[in-house]
T-cell receptor, first 111, second 110 residues
Framework: DAGVIQSPRHEVTEMGQEVTLRCKPISGHNSLFWYRQTMMRGLELLIYFNNNVPIDDSGMPEDRFSAKMPNASFSTLKIQPSEPRDSAVYFC?????????FGPGTRLTVL | GIQVEQSPPDLILQEGANSTLRCNFSDSVNNLQWFHQNPWGQLINLFYIPSGTKQNGRLSATTVATERYSLLYISSSQTTDSGVYFCAVRTPGSNYKLTFGKGTLLTVNP
């Protein structure tokens, strides 16, 4: 099992640019989560999908953030336009049953 | 919402020492997980342990749900144990949302 796959692993962009983060969950997992981790706020849940449907997006900080899950094996988190305060590590996690499994994360730096 | 407190916030050990990390939570939970975030940032599942005791090699965990705490034991620590240990819990009111503690930063020196 390859685990949760995220790309890119690192992203450096300039303020105002569009950023797209990608995630491939573990095969057979029907729940997918996007988290953001910063020193100040720790790990925050951004959005939760179940069976490809967004169930809870209350953690999405602003309209600049959007997430999609077009099929069971792929999800994207998009930030448009990006701002320096979006700099963080973004994790994708998938779940079957009670245990969440995290991807390696994408370290985003917005200059 | 539920509060999750981890202690100690920081811990420095010499290789070979044992340690106990604690997670207190303010409400009933039906899910509790321990994670290790290694120095490269990867979050690794250690235990799913809403109650009872589990062991995996040098690591073991105990959750006493009625008293709202969980303990993670690390024996014969190694430098590769360094990193941040997170406790995450879920309340019966939610079937998906994990609330994370702030973590314990463990440094194991050779």
């Amino acid at each position: 099992d390859a685990g949760v796959i995220q790309s890119p692993r690192h992203e450096v962009t300039e303020m105002g640019q569009e950023v797209t983060l990608r995630c491939k969950p573990i095969s057979g997992h029907n729940s997918l989560f996007w988290y953001r981790q910063t020193m100040m706020r720790g790990l925050e849940l951004l959005i939760y999908f179940n069976n490809n449907v967004p169930i809870d997006d209350s953690g999405m900080p602003e309209d600049r953030f959007s997430a999609k899950m077009p099929n069971a094996s792929f999800s994207t988190l998009k930030i448009q336009p990006s701002e320096p305060r979006d700099s963080a590590v973004y994790f994708c996690a998938s779940r079957r049953g009670d245990t969440q499994y995290f991807g390696p994360g994408t370290r985003l730096t917005v200059l | 919402g539920i509060q999750v407190e981890q202690s100690p916030p920081d811990l420095i050990l010499q290789e070979g020492a044992n340690s106990t990390l604690r997670c207190n939570f303010s409400d009933s939970v039906n899910n509790l997980q321990w994670f290790h975030q290694n120095p490269w940032g990867q979050l690794i599942n250690l235990f799913y342990i809403p109650s009872g005791t589990k062991q995996n090699g040098r690591l073991s965990a105990t959750t006493v749900a009625t008293e709202r705490y969980s303990l993670l034991y690390i024996s014969s620590s190694q430098t590769t144990d360094s990193g941040v240990y997170f406790c995450a819990v879920r309340t019966p009111g939610s079937n998906y949302k994990l609330t994370f503690g702030k973590g314990t930063l463990l440094t194991v020196n050779p």
